[in-house]
């Protein structure tokens, strides 16, 4: 194979791309993806000062992260070609200074839009300011380019979660973009704070509503433009580049994964049988620098191409499937961390999995905090199973149900390349083996999530054999009185039915 043949990298080649979400987990793949295989003039990354730390200080951190490693080894000198541009989503114009604003303007060929705030639970102003009037902002600038042969904003397949079968097309938002940041404006926090479930309806969350409005801003405002929407599915781990399981976070299933791995999480709120739509996250970014360069060729219009990016119905993945894998290898490397030795069971009934969350998650924490409150030590294991329920919660919204969707246009795609671009930017959901998948995902967990490297595995198998000799006593522990507790109960409703028969 030789990278001459690829259209895609041809394409790319001597563009300045304009990307916001940089430091986020697609973010930084869609960098590497970039820089280590393209021979790209400039990246502008649009990034904000957070947690005491300005924006040139989180690049050099974010360069530092091993994703970065093997792009460090074939360029050396791949920051030449990284801008970072001082800036906010949320602010007017981007939070640009005028110079960079232009810069802007006169210079960039692409705009890949995915900065977000990808909080579940955030507050309505802050989801609207940066999922909404962001985007809007972004779009509004790229009709300002000279030069834009390619814009591609990143949404979620989620966006219209309330409807079972999606397809690839824009539905009607639960309210106008316009009208949102016209509430937002005209309202206190605390009015908003009323009105948000009235707001969101039937979507589950402020993320899944702000990013619905932010289709609409791109329905309504980016006709004329050479765009496409981008939906991923839930992302996990990567599965080959540029390292096999990296991740970088504990949101979603991962979090779900971590916390069984733990030993925190025991019993989970899900439909077994349910379609786990997961999607890998390297696979992801070389989708969209795909989707970026079939954009181009499409040229500006007022179709705008949407590609759902989802499991592949020849491929599916279960919830029990999910969890079964990560189970079995879990065996074989578990963490040396766990409180617990890793267990846990799919409930989907509301009713079980409300008495078995308290028999395995708060019992057990009260047992800890009551312990800790003896030895005078502080107590954080029911707050902790406190957040961990929340968490769990949120999720069982996507982990109870299967979807039904369309990608047809995201087939298209994947046909469309060379066999060329087809070996350097694999993205054929229907080629994934999940239990090979798993394979690199779980010690990617351990040594990215828990920083544990592969030497430390014989000693977690120990400790986890010394948990589980401990777990089956205190289980038959539990047994025996919850017994004697029914068995009083029997017999006190039973006296009680005798004394009434008098």
């Known amino acids: 194979m030789t990278v001459t043949n690829s259209e895609i990298i041809s394409f790319y080649n001597g563009q300045n791309i304009f990307l916001t ?30 947690k005491g730390l300005e924006p040139k200080q989180r690049t050099e951190k974010l360069f530092q992260d091993i994703i970065y490693e093997r792009l460090r080894n074939e360029k050396p ?18 939070g640009l200074s005028e110079e960079n604003y232009l810069k802007i303007i006169e210079k960039t060929n692409i705009v890949i839009h995915g900065g977000a705030t990808v909080r579940f639970d955030e507050i309505m102003r802050k989801a609207t300011a940066i999922n909404v009037k962001g985007t809007l902002t972004i779009v509004n600038l790229c009709h300002k380019i000279k030069h834009l042969k390619a814009f591609v904003y990143i949404s979620t397949a989620f966006s219209n979660c309330v409807h079972r079968e999606i397809k690839e097309e824009f539905y009607d938002p639960p309210i106008a973009c316009d009208e949102l940041m016209k ?28 990013k619905a409005i932010a289709e609409d801003v791109i329905n309504k405002y980016a006709k004329g433009l050479p765009a496409s929407v981008f939906r991923p599915a839930i992302i996990i781990g990567t599965d080959n580049e540029p390292i096999p399981g990296w991740i970088d976070n504990v949101y979603g299933p991962t979090g779900i994964l ?37 954009t181009s060729l499409m040229g500006p219009s007022n179709e ?15 919830w029990h499937d999910y969890m079964h894998n990560c189970t079995k290898i879990g065996d074989e490397m578990p963490v040396q961390q766990s409180v617990w030795r ?45 957040k961990v329920s929340k968490f769990m919660k949120v999720l069982s ?28 930017f694999q993205f054929d959901m229907k ?72």
């Open 397 to 424: 919204y996507f982990s109870m149900k299967s979807w039904k969707f369309s990608n047809n246009n995201l087939r298209a795609l994947w046909i469309g390349l060379n066999s060329t671009d087809k070996e350097l």
């Open 431 to 502: 080629t994934i083996d999940w239990s090979e998948y798993f394979k690199k995902a779980i010690p990617g967990i351990r040594l990215y999530i828990f920083k544990e490297a592969e030497d430390t595995i014989p000693d977690a198998i120990k400790r986890m054999e010394r948990q589980q000799l401990i777990q089956t006593v205190l289980t038959r522990f539990v047994y025996c009185i919850t017994a004697c507790l029914m068995w009083k109960l029997t017999c006190s409703f039973l006296a009680i039915n005798q004394l009434s028969a008098i």
């Open 258 to 294: 971590a916390g069984t791995a733990a030993g925190i999480i025991r019993v989970i709120k899900a439909n077994p049988e349910a379609t786990a739509c997961i999607v890998p996250a390297d696979m992801v970014a070389a989708a969209i620098v795909a989707a970026v360069y079939k």
């Open 342 to 386: 890793h267990s846990c069971s799919l409930e989907p009934n509301p009713f079980l999995f409300t008495f078995y969350s308290f028999l395995l998650h708060y019992l057990p924490a009260l047992l800890i905090d009551l312990t800790f409150l003896i030895l005078g030590k502080k107590q954080r294991a029911l707050k902790a199973v406190d």
């Open 183 to 210: 509430v937002v404006k005209c309202n206190t926090d605390e009015e908003l704070e009323t009105l948000t479930p009235k707001l969101l309806g039937k979507w589950p969350n402020s993320y899944a509503f702000s």
């Open 304 to 318: 705008i191409t949407i590609y759902n990016y989802v499991t592949e119905p020849e491929n599916p993945l279960t």
């Open 77 to 94: 000198d791949f920051i030449e070609k990284v801008e970072i541009l001082d800036g906010d989503l949320s602010q007017d114009n981007l």
């Open 21 to 50: 979400g940089a430091t986020g987990f697609v973010g930084k793949l869609v960098i590497d993806q970039l820089l280590r295989k393209c021979d790209v003039n400039k990246v502008y990354l649009l990034i904000r000062p957070k």
